[in-house]
């Protein structure tokens, strides 16, 4: 195993708050463990991932993974707020609506 430090973290991860960065990080480290477990060189591994093209794919699979998370997320959250407001206009339909029916308050119907 080569005991050179793999700057690998520090281009895909800009700060604690880089989210889209850790998962790239975390794509990485998920083919790196798989490349290892099938035999691949670990510093042939590291070598060919730290090129420019290899840490653009990473960030850009990670942005993907984000997206979808969002959307899903905004789905919800539509959903969510279509059914408050389906409540709410059917309760001002009721309350809206007349207590006594129209033809008694014509006088149509004895009483």
Known sequence: MSK?????HEKLVKSKQ?????????IYKTEKRDA???????????RLKLRPNEVKKYKIE?????????????DDE???IKEQLT?????IT?????????YKKAGLLAQ
């Open 36 to 46: 290892i477990k099938n035999g691949i060189n670990v510093d042939e591994f590291t």
């Open 78 to 80: 539509i959903k969510r």
């Open 4 to 8: 050179t430090y793999n700057q690998m």
């Open 18 to 26: 880089d989210f889209t960065g850790m998962i790239a990080y975390s």
């Open 62 to 74: 990670a942005e993907g993974l984000v997206n979808l998370f969002l959307q899903a997320a905004a």
């Open 87 to 91: 409540k709410e206009i059917n309760q």
């Open 94 to 102: 009721i309350k809206g609506l007349p207590k006594e029916p129209w």
